[in-house]
């Protein structure tokens, strides 16, 4: 991945799975979780790499196997974030408000992420610690 041709797909096909369930065990809320907490973390990683590129949105459609993904049973998207609030992908770059498109079978709809202010994190850093005291 040397370009960000593959990023728009790769963020649909997570969009994607984040609004399925697990074929093989739909109502255990375990594996779900943890598949939900997964997406987000690939989610963020993407966003991190594309920091500074506006993605185009992926003209195609994405298909999920059935073997593996079914169709939740409420048609709510899951916008809840399966990750803790302080989770940094990385520290060296201030946080931005993380768009995420849902695209769902009766909702479309936008869902805008907001994070820290710049300000608040980097006094947080900057302020912090203690120096130790050098003899």
């Known amino acids: ?6 990023f728009p797909f790769l ?3 997570v969009e994607t799975v984040k609004q399925a369930v697990d074929a093989i065990d739909p109502f255990n809320d ?12 690939a989610f963020g990683v993407i966003n991190c790499k594309c920091a500074n590129v506006k993605l185009p949105p992926f003209p195609g459609e994405v298909k999920l196997s ?5 169709p939740p049973e409420k048609l709510v998207p899951n916008l809840k974030s399966y990750i803790p609030e302080k989770f940094d992908f990385n520290p ?8 995420m498109e849902i695209d769902h079978p009766t909702v479309k709809a936008r869902h805008v992420v907001a994070a820290e202010t710049a300000l608040t994190k980097l006094s947080k850093r900057k302020f912090g610690r203690k120096k130790k005291k050098s003899l």
């Open 92 to 99: 060296h770059r201030v946080p931005v408000a993380v768009e």
């Open 1 to 6: 991945m040397q370009k960000n041709d593959n």
């Open 30 to 41: 375990t594996i779900n979780e943890r598949m939900y907490a997964v997406c987000d973390l």
């Open 66 to 70: 059935k073997k593996f993904f079914a």
């Open 11 to 13: 963020k649909k096909l």
